[in-house]
C-alpha cells in the first residue's frame, strides 16, 4: 500500500480542542481534549477502513478529519497528494481546487432521518447537489440521473420513490436516499459515521451489501466509522479492508480486517471482541468484562503512558511510565502495545495492582 | 399459560390502536404473554414492531391518542391480582414507582438537567413517602451495585456523567423504591459494546440480589440472547414466538425469528450466510388478515394469506404462531444448526446445537 495510491492520507495529525467546563471554570486554564492524538493514516483507492472505538475515543474527529471538514491542530491530510488545508485556504500552488476535494470526499452520517430535509422529497433533495456539481446537465438528465440510481439501490419503482417525503421512507430508505445523495457526486471516498448501527438489525446487513455494491462497481472507498466490530468485520472483511482500533484518540491497533479479528495483539481489541455478543444463549452470570474499569478515563486528562492503561488487564508499572510507540507486526499490522515487543522493559515490570482501576472498578464482590 | 406457574403480570389481549387521517392504526394486535416471577424475560423486535407499545401497556402507559383494551394483571403474591387498567390515577403513579418501573432509552431525557441526580433520588422519596434516610441509604447501595461512586453521582448534574453513568444511575433510581418488577426498553441502545456488556451483567446481578422480575426489551437479538431466561419475538404488532432462550435462539421454529438470526451481523458467521429480510414489515393501518409475516416467507401458502396461524404449542414453553413450524428449520437453515431437527414432537434441540463454535471463548 504505498502512500501514492492513497486518495487521502493524515501524516501525524492532532486534532485537540480547548474545553471550558461552564460558567464557574470562565477564569481557569481550558482544559484540551485530545480528540486525536498523533495519527497517520492512509485511506488507498478503493478500499474499507474501519475504525471501531467506544463514544469519545475521537473516531467522529478522525472521520471528519480525514475529510477536511475539521482542521487538525497539527500534521497534515492530503487528498491525492494534494494538502487539503492548503487547497482551502487558497494557497498558491495548488494542483486540485479545493471544491474538487469537497465533491471527492463525502459524508453519511448516523441518522439519515435528520440528515434530510423534512420539507423536501427525495428528488427535491437529490437535485441540490447535482445542481451544484453538474451544473451543465438539463434537469431532464438530472432526474435521470437520479432515478437511476434509487433503482440502483432498490428504492424502486424510483418513480414513486423520488416523490416521496423522508417522514414517508423506512430508515433503511432514507439512510439509501442519504447514500445516493453521496454517489450522486461520484465521490472517491465516503464517510460512513455510524451510518448501519442505528438500522434495524434485519436492515444492516442489506446496507452493508450495497455499499459493498457500490465501493465494487464506483471504486468509491469507505471510511467506516462504528463502535460495533460486528458490522465493521461485515463490510471490511468483505471488502478486505483494514481495520483501526481507536483509544482516547490513538489507534491502538491497525490491519486487515480478518487477521485482526482472528488475532488480536492489543489487550483493548481483544476486550472489544469479548464484548460483542454472539448468538448464544449464556446461563448464569455474564462476566463482567476483562477490564480493570468500565469507565472510559476522561479525555481532557488522559493517562500517562499508555491511555489504556488504567482499564487494562495486562497493563503493568512500564505502561503508566512510558507511552507507547507503534511496533510493525507483521504486512500492513501494527499494533501499540509493548507486549508486541519481545524485548521491552516491561516484561520486567510489575503487574499493576487492581486497586488503580480508577473510581469504577471496586464492588465487585457484592 | 401452563397453570400451577407463579406468574406476576399477565397480559391478555392487549391492542392499542389510534386513528390516523389513513384509517385505524393498530400498534398493538391482541398480545397474550404471562411474565413469570423472577425471570429475565426479553421481547425482541425491530422498530415499529410494537414493542415499545407492549412494554407502556405493562404499566398502562400507553400515550395519547393511543387507546389500550385487554386486560393486564399484576399480581404482588399469587392470590391478590390487581387490574391495572382499573386503577385510578393516583394508584397508577404509586404502582409505577414501587411495584413496577421504568427504565427508557436515552437516560439524559429522564433526568431533569437543572437537578444533580442526587436530587432526583430524594424527590422521588418524598413523592412516595418514604423515609428520606433509609431510601438515601438504599440510593448509596445501589449506585455501588452499579459500580458508580454514590457521592460523586449524586452530587453531579446529568450532563457531567457519560451516558453509561447516567444510564447506570437511571437504573438505581428505578430501583429505589423497591419494585418487584422493572421493565427496561432498550437500556443500553445508546451505549458502546463495552458499557452494554457491563450492564448486562449488571442487570443480571441486580435480578438475584433484589430478587426482581425484569421484562428486557430490545431490537438486538445477540444481546437479549446473552441475557434473558425466556424470550418473546415481536413481529408486526403480535408475538410470534416464545420460548426459553434456548427455544427462540438454538430452536426457533418461526420463519421469521430464524430469517432476523440469519440477519444478524456477529463475528462467527461466514459472510455469505448472513442474509437480510427481504420485503418490509407490514403497514399498521392495514395488517393483513393472514399471517403478517407471509408475504416475506418463504413457506407461506394461502391458508397462511387468508387466516391468521393461531398458535401452535411445541411444548410447554415454546409456542409459534405459523403453521409451518415443523418445516421453518429446513426452509431457513441456519449456519450454526445442526440440519438434522425435523422432527415435529422433540424438544427443540438443546445439545450440539452450536457446533463449529469451538472453544471460541
Redesign the interface.
Known sequence: MSGNDSVVSLRDVDVHFENRRGMLDLFGEPETVHAVDDITLDIPENDVVAVIG???CGKTTLGKTALGLQRPTNGTVSFRGQDVWEARDGADDVDIPYDDIRRALQIIHQDPGSSLNPNQTVMATLLQPLKRWKPDLSRQEKEARILGMLQEVGMTPAEDYAYRFPHQL??GEQQRTALVRALLMEPDLILADEAVSAL???????M??LMLELQEQFDTSFLFIS?????A??LA??ADGRLAIMYLGEIVEIGPCEEV?ADPHHPYTK????????????HG?????P?RG???PDPTNPPSGCRFHTRCPEARDHCVRTSVPSIDVGEDRNVACFRADEDSEYWDTHPLPDETAG?????ET? | MSPGKDVVLDVEGARVQFEMDRGVARVLDDVDLSVSREEIFGIVG??GSGKSMLAASMLDAVEDPGVLSGSITYYPSPDEPVDILELSAEELRQLRWEEIAMVFQGALDSFNPTLRIGQHFQETLSAHNVDRQSGMERARELL??L???PE?VLASHPHEL????RQRALIALALLLEPEVLVMDEPTGA????????I??LI??LQR?YNLTIVFIS?????V???ADRIGVMYAFDLVEVGT??DV??GARHPYTR???K???????P?AE????AG?APDPVSVPKGCSYAERCPLADDQCLDVHPPYDDLTDEHRVACYYPEEAPAAIPLP?EDQSVERPDDPPEAAGA?PG?EG??
Open positions: 467506544e463514544s469519545g423506512s430508515g434495524d438489525v434485519s436492515l444492516r446487513v442489506e452493508m451489501d463502535h460495533n466490530l460486528s458490522n468485520r461485515y472483511g468483505q479479528l476486550v472489544l471482541k469479548w464484548a460483542t455478543p454472539d448468538l448464544e444463549v449464556k452470570d455474564i462476566e463482567d468484562p477490564v468500565v469507565d472510559i473510581d469504577t472498578g471496586g464492588e457484592t | 425491530e422498530s455501588s451495585d459500580y458508580l461512586e460523586q457519560s451516558g453509561g453513568m451505549l458502546d459494546l463495552l458499557m452494554q456488556r457491563s448486562l451483567s443480571k446481578k440480589k431490537h438486538d437479538l445477540p444481546l440472547a446473552n441475557l432462550a434456548e435462539v438454538e430469517a432476523l438470526l440477519a444478524v451481523p456477529n463475528l462467527e458467521t459472510y448472513m442474509q437480510p429480510i418490509r450454526f452450536a463454535k471460541s471463548r
